[in-house]
């Protein structure tokens, strides 16, 4: 237990699901105090990988290796106990535990007979938080942290239950851009102590802080190589297989009508204060909003109560001169409004449902697809095939489940659906988060030809390159009321950084 | 007065079945499994719990030995059917709520046909005599309500401040609680999900066939197949009333019983009420109070009646 990874090597591991080989011939190896980036798009078999490392998955073919010996785990805690540790993308916390608790569930050093000795895991909570400089409060239910916070935890976690070898998979998709610089440095200074995989698609986070990279396309290995020898672009180009330039909004003003106007608006959020706070805003048609912030600053709530899901307390929203404060989700898609929505697998899609269905989700009544609530099977099913190849979505069939899709696919049947039911104005929340380049890639061509059509888009996102490479305006939303508007050209990555973090311009200038 | 004395000291006692069987289905449900088919479990209980001192005594005195013998029989009995039903849910999947109604139809159906094979027709025992505790029972009042009654019902109200404990304070009931709310984290963190919830549902189904034993050996003092009469599904909703906790779910069996034994008291007063609106009260109190208490539940298991699966993905 207390000897080091001085290296460890997975050969030829091959792995199939029904119908897709996801780990196909893979090779890699770690040494001590290394770290490895393994990159690739969503669906190339990264996390697949990894979970075949930790014992989640068994391979059907291939070795692994730790110190030069063959290693079997049958199980995550045949895992834990060769110092090998994982922080999954969906964080594995139970959310009415608190902290320590989290972390006694797998520190069975604690656990007496008749008796879980908490205070010890407490203490071993304490000891670890300080020594890695990961602040954590041990009694804070992880219902009440934020992601980073709830990241935090799960490094804690992972490295109380004795972790020497850290796999993090894509530790920064749902952080904002303060809390993944925190990251990164933190990381930089754990790997004095250990090594580290790290899965990721945002190259400039495999530059700062790897030293090797392995790139997977469709399960298999394309590239490895020292990560210095490369520029950003030459991996995205290995990553994607062709070259991505995202695109970005050079167009000139369209002058559009107002289309969204929302003047002095208070919304609660689910924990009874007021999330959107006195907030106005005014988008125009043909012009892209964005509105940056970091998250949890009322834009969840702002998106909820336009589109009717939410109780609007006080205020006007003028959709096109009507006021639709208040008025059912039902009336306000049937006045032309299109809503990408923050959680794509709850809000966006039914899963369980075929692809072909969700397409048709919020037209299923209507004449083109049913005849006296009868469904039309052939349109259906000719509009499936029409979407998945403009979209390009990548699945067996528009018959499958949505929910078996990736989150870059079912991104797009998202998309799809709300665009092609050519709305009058869009709403799109945090499109592209924890998507790869070239899915980002196209859904920002997507959004942009919408503008180009004339359509108002208000754009919520935390991404900085995404706000400003596609907006016309920037509002910065903080504390759930805007603080501050800039025009496409005079916002700086840090004057925006600074505006999101709440301090005002007067603070800017003492900076 | 006298009445209100009368109706509290039955109100204890009376709670007690109800008390184990929800205890009992707060384990299972704690740990993400939904079983509906206490009520069978209970069946089976309270006719193995009868069957010993029946078969020992023929319907008449036993040594009170033979009494516990069979509670016992029937806490063991019912650990075997919660795992049965384990089998059905955990192993194989089954949709839990279908396969409790199942478990119920079996429980009720086998414990019928076994009694009049090997009892007969409806026969009363003696059962369980009281224990009162000496000077604690001597207190006014108190004493009468709380102290004057066998010893299942000291147990079963010791046993709250005990699960509570196994919950909160235990490797156990943190495994449990983990595998109820998410158990891929569980798994992760290299707990055996489907292990923890075949261990809950051996001890939910051990407190259901006690509560089952306590009915036919020490309340009603007899067998028949209405015996159970709904309880088990009251226990199902205590849970819910309860929100999961044990203080809580006692609180909820001894309101319901509290209502039942005012109906019994009451149709002996001859008021002018129809005594079917008193037989009414207590399901209508229940139906109420979980109508207005099922808001903002955090406690509540958010993996309940889904099975796990390591290698899909939900």
Known sequence: ?511 | MNIIINILSMTVPFSVALLLASLGEMFNQRSGVFNLGCEGIMAMGAFVGMLIPFSIGGGGAVAAGWNYLGILLAAVVGALLGLFFGVVVVTFRAPQGIAGIGLQMFGVGTAGTLFRHFVGGTQSIPGLSSNPIPFLSDIPIVGRIFFSHNIIVYLAFLFVPVAWYILQKTSWGLEVRACGTYPRAADSMGINVNRIRYEALAVGGALAGLAGAYLSVCQIKMFSDELIAGRGFIAVALVYFGHWKPVRIMLGALLFSFTQTIQYNVQGLGINIPYEFFVMLPYVVVVVVLAFTSKNQTTSPAALGKPFNREIRT
């Open chain 1, 1 to 511: 237990m207390e000897d080091k990874i001085k290296s460890l090597k997975m050969e030829h591991i091959t792995k199939r699901f029904p119908g897709v080989l996801a780990s196909d011939d893979i090779s890699l190896n770690v040494e001590e105090g290394e770290i490895l980036a393994l990159v690739g798009e969503n669906g190339a078999g990264k996390t697949t990988l990894m979970n075949i490392l930790m014992g989640i998955y068994q391979q059907d073919e291939g070795r692994i290796f730790i110190n030069g010996k063959e290693v079997r785990f049958r199980g995550p805690e045949d895992a834990f106990k060769a110092g090998l540790g994982m922080v999954h993308q969906q964080y594995m916390l139970v959310p009415n535990m608190t902290v320590t608790e989290n972390v006694a569930l797998g520190y069975k050093k604690a656990w007496k007979p008749f008796r879980l000795d908490l205070e010890m895991v407490r203490e071993r909570v304490e000891e670890i938080s300080s020594r890695y400089g990961l602040a954590v409060n041990p009694d804070a239910y992880i219902w009440q942290l934020s992601v980073g916070e709830q990241q935090r935890v799960e490094l804690v976690k992972t490295l109380c239950l004795g972790a020497k070898f850290l796999i993090l998979d894509e530790p920064t998709s749902a952080l904002t851009p303060q809390e993944t610089d925190e990251l990164i440095d933190l990381l930089k200074k754990m790997k004095r102590e250990l090594s580290i995989i790290f899965i990721s698609h945002k190259l400039n986070e495999v530059k700062a802080l790897s030293d090797k990279v392995v790139i997977l396309r469709h399960g298999a290995v394309v590239f490895s190589g020292n990560t210095s020898d490369y520029s950003p672009s030459e991996i995205a180009a290995l990553m994607t297989g062709h070259e991505i330039v995202l695109p970005e909004n050079r167009e000139p003003d369209m002058h559009g009508d107002v289309a969204l106007a929302i003047s002095d608006l208070y919304v609660r959020s689910d924990r009874g204060f007021f999330a959107v706070n006195g907030l106005n805003l005014e988008v125009r048609e043909g012009e892209i909003v964005g509105l940056a912030g970091v998250s949890g600053n009322g834009q969840k709530e702002l998106a909820e109560a336009i589109n009717g899901l939410r109780p609007i307390e006080k205020g006007k929203i003028e959709f096109f001169g009507e006021d639709i404060a208040n008025k059912t989700p039902y009336y306000v898609i049937e006045h032309g409004m299109g809503y990408i929505p923050e959680e794509r697998n709850i809000e966006g899609i039914v899963p369980s449902f075929q692809i072909k269905e969700n397409f048709i989700l919020k037209d299923s009544d209507d004449e083109k697809f049913a005849r006296h609530r009868f469904l039309k099977k052939k349109e259906i099913n000719s509009n499936a095939e029409i979407l998945r190849q403009n979209f390009d979505i990548r699945c067996p069939g528009t018959n499958t489940a949505a929910g078996a899709l990736s989150g870059g696919n079912i991104q797009k049947v998202i998309l799809a659906r709300e665009i092609t039911r050519a709305p009058k104005f869009l709403i799109a929340v945090y499109p592209t988060r924890g998507l790869d380049m070239g899915a980002i890639e196209f859904i920002h061509q997507e959004l942009l030809k919408k503008r180009r059509e004339g359509i108002g888009i208000l754009l919520v996102s935390e991404e900085l390159d995404e706000i400003m490479n596609l907006s016309d305006r920037i509002a910065v939303i903080y504390k759930g009321a805007i603080q501050s508007i800039l025009h496409h050209g005079e916002a700086t990555k840090k004057s925006l950084g600074i505006l999101m973090a709440g301090l005002g311009n007067e603070e800017e200038k003492n900076d």
